[in-house]
């Protein structure tokens, strides 16, 4: 082995590790904090919304999307398709099942509310989801293959609007269908 093979291992070894760092720390960390600050964004907007008059800030259907959006950020750095499944399989376990509460709560107290402001918060909530299914989707090999058997699954069944729409509602069907938004919701409210 000449000399030249020899800094050609070493800048490939240096190479591979610094690859290895952005993949395995780096990244993770950015994807982190990219979700956090998108949802801090999403939550001022409602603190906004209800600033304006829109909602009482005592309001429970406010209280409760505000709640269910901390239990987001607080607890994102859990919030993995990994983690999630080892929770199901821990209750199935032990032969648990969760009460799922939180969904009925929010839809009791949004039906309370008018219905232009009930759209909106809605929306506020929809928008929220989206971040979760983006990130669980996005951090998950295993989803991330699930996804795009998900995207011919669903152009071949609805007309092809956009490859936005369609990956949107991919996603979001294949977290519903692996793991359901309802336990996702529960998790983050529990926080």
């Not at 950015?30 to 964004?41: A, G, H, I, P, T």
């Not at 429970?60 to 859990?78: S, V």
């Not at 909106?120 to 996005?138: G, Y």
Request: hydrophobic fraction near 55%; glycine fraction near 4%; charged fraction near 20%.
């Amino acid at each position: 082995m000449g000399a030249g093979d020899l800094v050609m291992v070493c800048e490939s070894a240096v190479a591979m590790t610094a690859l290895l760092i952005l993949v395995a720390y780096v990244y993770p960390c950015l994807r982190l904090d990219e979700f956090r600050q998108s949802m801090f964004v999403i939550r001022d907007e409602l603190f906004d919304f209800a600033l304006a008059g829109r909602i009482g800030f005592d309001d429970p259907a406010y209280r409760l999307l505000r709640h269910e959006m901390n239990g987001f950020i607080r607890y994102a750095h859990q919030l993995t398709f990994f983690r999630l499944v080892c929770t199901l399989l821990h209750w199935k376990a032990l032969g648990e099942q969760p009460a799922f509460t939180w969904a009925a709560r929010w839809e009791t107290a949004v039906q309370q509310t008018s219905p232009e402001i009930a759209a909106e918060l809605r929306k506020f909530h929809s928008r929220a989801l989206a971040l979760v299914v983006k990130r669980l989707v996005t951090g998950s090999p295993t989803l991330m293959l699930a996804l795009a058997i998900m995207i011919l699954a669903v152009i071949f069944r609805t007309h092809w609007v956009s490859i936005k729409q369609v990956t949107r509602a991919a996603a979001t069907e294949t977290v519903n269908l692996l793991i359901g938004t309802s336990l996702i919701e529960e998790e983050a409210a529990r926080a």
